[in-house]
């Protein structure tokens, strides 16, 4: 009797998946990684600066602050144009410049304590921090409080209570590879402000 071999009608059902599915599937989820990589890297980035500007603005209102209570230093003029890079003698000096606690210190050193002060915040607080406060001649309207605002500043005005002062707070902050070859910008907020 011969052997009759019967081959089913219907092909076997697959049991698993094949190799290449899985290595398709690999692929699919390490680019939805990557892109996730990707935005976490940008929140971060957008989340530090954030967090610096929220501290320059808190630096101006600090310096706001400091005028506002030494009122005779406004008004004597001393406020009026204080200026100077990081390495000046108030920022890497501090025992040059007196320091205003006792009740023998004068509005104007008062206000040079002030901005000594307030200018190593800046430095602690900000990468590469620093800041300018004067007088301008300008309405409020009509000053442009985009960085850089040192152009609205007038030299060596005499105080007037009509015209505001602008402080102005910079810092250097990274930049991506394609905003600048430097890899680092210097970033300013601006307010103005009558004490």
């Known amino acids: ?16 998946f094949s190799l290449l599915e899985i290595l398709v599937s690999i692929v699919v989820i390490s680019l939805g990684l990557l892109g996730l990589a990707g935005l976490q890297a940008a929140n971060l980035r957008d989340t530090q ?3 610096l500007r929220s501290l320059a603005s808190q630096l101006a209102l600090d310096m706001a602050d400091r005028m506002r209570v030494n ?9 009026n144009d204080l200026n100077g890079d990081i390495d000046t003698v108030w920022a890497t000096r501090p025992e040059l410049v007196p320091e205003c606690l006792d009740e023998d210190c004068t509005a104007a050193d008062l206000a ?32 442009d409080l985009v ?9 060596a005005a005499a105080y007037d209570p009509n015209l505001p002062f602008i402080i102005q707070v910079e810092w250097t902050e990274r930049t991506t590879k394609d905003e600048e070859a430097t890899g680092s910008r210097t970033q300013g907020f601006c307010t103005a402000f009558r004490p």
Do not use: F, H, K
Not at 1 to 16: E, H, K, S
Not at 71 to 79: I, K, M, R, S
């Open 1 to 16: 009797m011969p052997l009759i071999m019967r081959l089913p009608l219907t092909p076997p059902r697959q049991a698993g």
């Open 49 to 51: 600066t954030s967090y």
């Open 71 to 79: 009122l005779t230093g406004v008004q004597a003029g001393v406020y």
């Open 112 to 143: 040079t304590e002030d901005y000594r002060q307030w200018r190593a915040q800046a430095d602690r607080v900000l990468p590469n921090g620093g800041g300018t406060v004067c007088l301008t001649d300008a309405d409020e309207d009509d000053i």
């Open 147 to 155: 960085y850089p605002c040192e152009n609205n500043c007038v030299d």
